[in-house]
């Protein structure tokens, strides 16, 4: 089955999409990747969805990048198929993740009851109708009605891609948050260990492009981490955090680390080069951190493989190297799996299993009383 995958991040960079053939089923299943593509966000857009990210705003507007983001995500899909010399026909299915504007995966009191809950919009209507193709998407609300965080939901293809007989593997991406997925040497899908450790780009994004006054989204190739210094009592007081010491499931976003956050960093009243490496150095220890406390006690860490948009960034890498000595770091693509597609690729597979009428949340991973089959299905 040929299916589409679209994925847009915390980071509101852009629409990642990725092309698959899938055959087979269960963990026995083939993937192959015909085409990959990333399509940036235009700056007008992406300030738009910062302001309804975790922030009050007006259900117009929501409504509005709802619709719109449907069309961009067709739009995104017409121009990968184009620049790959596909046919939109052969396509059969497309999995859309949408753009996460709120998710609060642990239940909060409201109107006198516990509720979690999560938000994302791309509106998948749209996207079927533009494309003639059915559409898989809203897929982390029922993982949470099955009590879990709704997230990660990324370890399942991680199992289903790193999974080895003799190596404990952690498979890290580092978006706008950094996540992690652990797997056992010889593990069943029982004993994956999952959870988000903490920031990732995400504050080295809004410190950049503060820094920069918006010429740069990001710190390309940590170079401004590099004209900057570690301020170490600041890291130290960052790490004492309540979060890093949250046994998962757990789950962070923009309501932890978005411009509060930010405002909290600038007070401190350091150069931005300073804070950007300070930045830098926290999503590398949180991720040490968050292996130290609830994974190398129950699985040797033999091979940490990184994705995401922080496989760029060789300052993240040299800290991670740094701080995990005796583990092997090495890249997704190394293992023939795009740094920056991997998570598209992930919600084509979801697609997949869901049109088949599988399970694919991990329990384990997310906190759910049981496998459930995500998403909601346009025709």
């Keep these: 089955m040929r299916v589409a995958g679209l994925m847009s991040g915390t980071s509101l960079d852009g629409i990642d999409v990725a092309i698959l053939d899938i055959r087979g089923r269960g963990w026995s299943k083939r993937i192959r990747t015909l085409a990959l593509n990333t399509v940036p966000y ?132 580092i ?42 989204r990001y710190d390309r190739d940590g170079r401004l981490a590099a004209r900057g210094r570690l301020n170490r009592p600041l890291l130290d007081r960052l790490l004492e955090a309540p979060y890093y010491r949250l046994p998962p499931p757990k789950t962070a976003g923009r309501e932890q680390y978005g411009s509060k956050f930010v405002d909290r960093l600038l007070a401190e009243g350091l150069p931005l080069p ?48 740094a701080l995990l000595p005796g583990v092997r770091l090495a890249l997704s693509s190394d293992y023939g799996v795009d740094v920056d597609g991997k998570e598209a690729i992930a919600f084509a597979v979801l697609a997949y299993e869901s049109w088949h009428k599988r399970p694919s949340n991990l329990p384990a991973a997310t906190g759910a009383c049981r496998p459930v089959v995500l998403g909601k299905i346009v025709w």
Aim: aromatic content about 4%.
């Design 42 to 173: 235009p700056e007008p857009l992406r300030r738009a969805l910062l302001e309804v990210s975790n922030a009050p705003a007006h259900t117009a507007a929501i409504s509005r990048l709802n619709f719109l983001l449907g069309e961009l995500y067709a739009e995104a899909l017409r121009q990968t198929v184009r620049r790959a010399g596909l046919s939109l026909s052969t396509i059969e299915l497309i999995g859309s993740h949408g753009q996460t504007i709120f998710h609060e995966g642990a239940p909060v009191r409201f109107l006198g009851r516990r509720i979690a809950s999560t938000l994302q919009i791309g509106e998948p209507a749209v996207l079927a109708e533009r494309t003639g193709i059915p559409v898989v998407a809203d897929f982390r609300p029922r993982d949470m009605a099955a009590g879990g965080r709704g997230a990660p939901l990324v370890p399942y293809l991680d199992y289903l891609l790193f999974r080895h007989r003799k190596l404990g593997r952690v498979a890290l991406n």
């Design 175 to 216: 978006g706008g948050i950094a996540n992690l997925t652990a797997i056992p040497p010889g593990a069943g899908p029982g004993d994956v260990i999952a959870f988000d450790t903490g920031p990732g780009n995400m504050l080295i994004d809004a410190l950049a492009q503060l820094h920069t006054r918006g010429r740069s």
């Design 274 to 321: 300073d804070l950007i490496a300070t930045a830098t150095a926290l999503t590398a220890a949180a991720v040490a951190v968050g292996l130290e406390r609830f994974v190398r006690p129950r699985m040797k860490v033999d091979e940490l493989i990184v994705s995401g948009g922080g496989a760029h960034n060789p300052r993240i890498l040299a800290q991670l190297a």
